[in-house]
């Protein structure tokens, strides 16, 4: 049953990101870092809201050359799919996740990076025990920004995850799989997509 003040705080939500495409670069740059000890950081929300959130963010952030929070490579699912996951979104405004199928931790984006540890912390409060994510593999060693983060919180490389032949092409061996883009092989490529557990 939904109360007048979840339906009252949904409200702030959609208000908050029906203008949020309209918005000045400069404003989207100002949101706040959110504290992980702060336990109303993030409010679920309906999952068309959620895709309306993050497209946006997203084409805001490409628009204005900002790869480095590495939203051009995020997944964003058709919102009906959206819907059958938990999504929330930050009282910041710039910060979001789901949980699919009951544990797994998909479309993270926080366009503050601070806000990664009282995302994380959120999400493991809501279930997240999976996860997978860009890395680089450089002399045997997996290494990267988002590896980093997702290591803080006690995340690791789920070496039981095989779901392919050593030798194939991107098989998922040991948790880690070649990059795959466009269909190109890449031998001197260091990307490589790696899953995590809790």
């Known amino acids: 049953m939904i109360t007048n003040s979840i339906l009252n705080r949904i409200n702030i939500l959609l208000e908050d990101y029906s203008d949020l495409g309209k ?6 740059k100002r949101g706040f870092r959110l504290m992980p000890e702060d336990p109303d950081n993030f409010v679920l929300v309906d999952g068309r809201v959620f895709h309306k959130a993050v497209s946006r963010i997203r084409v805001n952030d490409i628009a204005r ?5 590495g939203l051009d490579t995020l997944t964003i699912y058709p919102p009906n799919d959206y819907k059958k996951m938990e999504c929330y979104l930050g009282k910041n405004n710039s910060s979001g996740y789901c ?14 990076g601070s806000s990664a540890k009282a995302l994380l912390k959120d999400a493991i409060k809501h279930n997240a025990k999976r996860l997978d994510c860009f890395a680089l593999r450089i002399d045997g060693k997996i290494k990267g920004m988002l590896y980093d983060i ?8 789920d070496k039981h995850k ?3 032949t050593p030798g194939e092409p991107y098989a998922i061996i040991g948790g880690i799989s070649d990059y795959v883009e466009h269909d190109k092989v890449h031998p001197e490529d260091e990307r490589v997509v790696i899953f995590m557990v809790l």
């Open 99 to 112: 949980i699919a199928h009951g544990d797994e931790l998909v479309s993270v984006f926080s366009t503050q």
């Open 150 to 157: 997702y290591s803080s919180v006690g995340f690791k490389i």
């Open 162 to 164: 095989n779901e392919g």
């Open 23 to 28: 918005l000045p670069a400069e404003k989207l």
């Open 65 to 69: 050359g900002d790869r480095a929070k």
